[in-house]
């Protein structure tokens, strides 16, 4: 929504240029994590999504790497554009029905 | 886009009035989530479903209800709403619970006055 991004870290990035948002995850029993974007007024789009037996994940555009043993999640948007302007944030499952979710990060795209 | 219908879009209340808002699904997924958005506190998990009348609070679930007599819909009630209930509500979906993505509705923005 709206009010998503008012105290959120902010990435700014040039048009063109390749993006990299990144997340700590707080469970080391996690073994499914997704990332997302919600651009403002809208709910959580899914992006792409890594299992913990892989340390790698390739969409179209967008590469999740996974650092199990820093506990750590990133999300590399390449030839970054102005529709990638949103708020991105991950979310971590550790085989239970929850799901945990991080506060996000802005992403603003500079013509 | 998956098939989640939330209603309504946006509501004004009064203190002390109960609200309902409702969530509606084409997909058949068996998991539905209700979650609350605020500045700073991300997506903060409200109550969720596993199945027809099954049901469990999350991790701000006082001042909250819900039911789920279908597998289409899941409703959330906030039986007599306080100023602090103000915010955004979404609605979510999941097939197999944590094991796959969860799918978001569009969202109820909910303001009490």
């Known amino acids: 929504g709206e009010n998503v991004g008012l105290h959120l870290p902010t990435l700014s990035v040039q048009e063109g240029d390749n993006s990299i948002i990144n997340c700590a995850y707080s469970?080391?029993?996690?073994?499914?994590f997704i990332w997302y974007k919600q651009e403002s007024g809208k709910g959580p789009q899914f992006i792409i999504d890594?299992?913990?037996?892989?340390d790698k994940r390739q969409g179209q555009r967008v590469t999740v790497l996974l650092n199990k043993t820093v506990k750590h999640l990133s999300l590399q948007i390449a030839a970054t554009q102005p529709g990638d302007s949103a708020v991105y944030f991950c979310?971590?499952?550790?085989?239970?029905?929850?799901?945990?979710f991080g506060t996000g990060t802005r992403l603003k795209v500079l013509a | 886009d998956a098939g989640i219908t939330q209603s309504p879009r946006h509501k004004v209340t009064e203190t002390g009035t109960p609200v309902t808002l409702r969530c509606h699904q084409t997909e058949n997924h068996r998991y539905m989530y209700w979650y609350r958005q605020d500045p700073g506190h991300g997506l903060r998990l409200i109550h969720y479903?596993?199945?027809?009348?099954?049901?469990d609070k999350g991790e701000v679930s006082d001042g909250y209800s819900v039911s789920r007599s279908k597998t289409e819909d899941f409703l959330l009630t906030l039986e007599s709403a306080t100023s602090s209930q103000t915010s955004v509500y979404f609605c979510a979906i999941s097939d197999q619970g944590g094991g796959t993505e969860a799918f978001f509705g569009q969202g109820t923005r909910l303001t009490v006055v």
């Open positions: 979310a971590e499952t550790n085989g239970t029905y929850k799901y945990i």
């Open positions: 479903s596993y199945g027809v009348k099954d049901t």
């Open positions: 890594i299992r913990s037996n892989m």
């Open positions: 469970n080391s029993a996690s073994d499914y």
